[in-house]
């Protein structure tokens, strides 16, 4: 009775279901380790902001909201550091608030460009007349 459960290998680590698991040294994801044992991989940025320090872009946000500042920094979870920022509120009717410094949360923008070079152009896909 005291072998019961251990299959047909007995549990002696033969071929039969029960024996030991078999694996590579150094655990699971020792070949994607770049670095010393123990310490995560470095992550790199998802785009390269660098380009567009000291310019003005355009950020949007999920949920709607719009916002234009000069990119003073960011970091490689898209987190952003804007100066002078003004935000384009549509609603109840269009008009500008001056926000000065703010930093902006990576995970909540959707789209960041930036405004030199940036055209508004009519809806080609709204009501026809």
Sequence with gaps: MA???RGA???RGG????GPVRRPPGGPHA?????????KPKREAILDLSKYVDERIRVKFTGGREVTGILKGFDQLLNLVLDDVTEELQQPEPHIRKL???VLRGPTITVLNP???FEEIANPFGAQE
Excluded at 15 to 18: A, E, N, Q
Excluded at 31 to 39: C, F, I, K, R
């Design 9 to 11: 290998s007995g549990g």
């Design 3 to 5: 072998d019961r459960g």
């Design 15 to 18: 071929s039969g279901r029960g």
């Design 115 to 117: 405004v030199d070079g």
């Design 100 to 102: 000065g410094l703010a």
């Design 31 to 39: 070949q994607l380790a770049s670095g010393p044992p123990g310490e």
